[in-house]
């Protein structure tokens, strides 16, 4: 019996996403993903082929195209695993991540002031007291340590708290709830980021509840008085809202805070460049964003035909951004693949492009600054008893890092 | 005309406060209490300003615009 068709080779288009073995360095088949072309082909769990952009300038040019959907409620709308479908099918589209504008633009709107240039830099001084509280506990207690329970994550925790008016005491109740909704990687433990998201909304629920009696001073407080009291905005959507930056402040950078002890430690010479001179730490900063690029694939839906590099996007076909692709592409960088503290990074997509950029960014590169330099300047002798490559990585269709992080002194 | 003073516009409708371009150019851009950015009022601001280009291509939604004449 002759064939009338088959399934197209694994190379026409490789299955997607891929596995680092290095947490910093490109999974191995990025390479020939690298080398087909900015805006090629791969093959979801599901055996379902989207678009794969790795170029820069394609990526650019299609990031804020607002043919291209974030609603995760469209029914083409392309999943990486079936974990992550079930748990944005079951709990409605997140409010900003997971819409469009103009519902995306007015939410975005309305919580904008709070993470403001000006905002975050007043903030700076509890982010430090915060940095160095933390290092006090971890020397108290003495090498070995575990950094990102005890450094990389509540560290964000409490800036995030601070800037959305989050009692203090209620911090610690959120850090393992938000790992669970972002980062948990198997199968089985879908059940307990659907239990521990539901916790977070019913946590904020009662906090919006109890604010609106007795006002404190922080960003959810300021959308009680205006937004909500104005109408502008429910209960319900501002709980998902203001929960859904709680979770993304806690679990992103926390990440990068570990994996970016993980990459400078590799890089002694860059890392005692940094130490020696504070004025690099900014560049070191966007250069790390740019080299592990943690949150690498984010998935969108074309919602009318796109014409781009030679080929057509058709209405329904789902594309996968990858932001580590783009972020080293030999056309935007000389030696994409080299860590260099000193080079201008100025154009990655670590924190996406387009409406949908991290809203967080400021905050996040002010976290990631006092973090490195309270940490190597309080630690010198920090150390990492394993190889990277040796390290407990998180899984490939879930943010990128270590999941956890043995130090020494 | 390259070094003569050009034109900016910013589409404050579209910004959505990435703060991209006061990061890029501190001397031309800057936010509102808002979180909305704007042109420093009396900031110089010359065709031939790299930074400024880099603003404009650093903004993730294109709000900005050098208007050459």
New interface residues.
């Given amino acids: 019996m002759t064939e009338t068709t088959s399934p197209p080779a694994a190379s026409e288009a490789p299955a997607y996403p891929m596995t680092r073995s290095c947490p910093y360095r490109m999974p191995v088949g990025y390479e020939e993903l690298r080398e087909r072309g900015p805006l090629t082909k791969v093959t979801l769990y599901d055996g379902r082929q989207v678009w794969l952009v790795a170029g820069n300038e394609v990526g650019r040019t299609l990031?804020?195209d607002p043919r291209l959907s974030s609603n995760v409620l469209h029914p083409n709308f392309p999943f990486l695993a079936p974990r992550i479908a079930a748990q944005t099918q079951q709990r409605a589209a997140p409010p900003l991540v997971g819409v469009d504008d103009p519902e995306h633009?007015r939410q975005?709107?309305m919580v904008?002031?709070?993470?403001?240039?000006?905002?975050i830099a007043a903030l700076r001084p509890e982010i430090e007291r915060i940095a160095e509280g933390l290092v006090d506990d971890m020397i108290e207690r003495g090498s070995p340590a575990e950094l990102l329970s005890q450094y990389a994550l509540p560290l964000p925790s409490a800036a995030i708290c601070a800037l959305l008016g989050v009692p203090y005491e209620d911090r610690g109740y959120f850090d393992e709830r938000s790992r669970h909704v972002l980062s948990s990687a198997g199968e089985d433990e879908a059940d307990r980021a659907r239990t521990a998201f539901t916790e977070i909304l019913t946590y904020l629920h009662d906090l919006i509840a109890r604010k609106e009696k007795q006002p404190g001073d922080g960003l959810i407080d300021e959308l009680i008085a205006h937004q909500l009291s104005e109408g502008s905005v429910d209960t319900h959507e501002l709980a998902m809202v203001c929960s859904l930056l709680l979770v993304s402040g806690h679990e992103t950078t926390s990440n990068m805070i570990a994996l970016g002890t993980v990459t400078l430690l590799e890089h002694p010479e860059q890392l005692a460049r940094v130490r020696a001179d504070d004025t690099l730490l900014p560049g070191a900063v966007e250069e790390l964003m740019r080299f592990t690029s943690i949150g690498d694939v984010l998935m969108r839906v074309a919602v009318e035909d796109i014409e781009i590099a030679g080929q057509t996007i058709r209405a329904g076909d789902g594309v996968a951004m990858s932001t580590m692709l783009m972020n080293r592409d030999p056309h935007a960088w000389d030696d994409p693949d080299t860590f260099d503290i000193t080079r201008s990074s100025?154009?990655h997509v670590a924190?996406?492009?387009?409406?949908h950029?991290?809203?967080g960014?400021?905050l996040a590169r002010a976290e990631m600054e006092i973090a490195f330099r309270t940490l190597f300047r309080r630690i010198p002798g920090l150390r990492v008893p394993v190889a990277s490559d040796r390290l407990p990585l998180n899984a490939p269709y879930v943010l990128q890092g270590v999941a956890e992080l043995p130090v020494e002194w | 005309m390259t070094g003569a003073d050009v034109a900016i516009t910013i589409a404050t409708d579209r910004c959505i406060g990435a703060a991209m371009c006061a990061l890029t150019a501190p001397e031309v851009f800057t936010q509102d209490d808002e979180g909305v950015s704007r042109l420093l009022p009396g900031a110089p601001v010359r065709a031939h300003d790299g930074r400024v280009r880099e603003a404009v291509r650093a903004c993730p939604v294109q709000a900005i615009t050098v208007h050459d004449d």
């Fill in positions: 990031f804020p633009g975005r709107r904008i002031p709070g993470f403001g240039i000006r905002r100025g154009r924190f996406g492009y387009g409406i950029q991290c809203i960014q400021n």
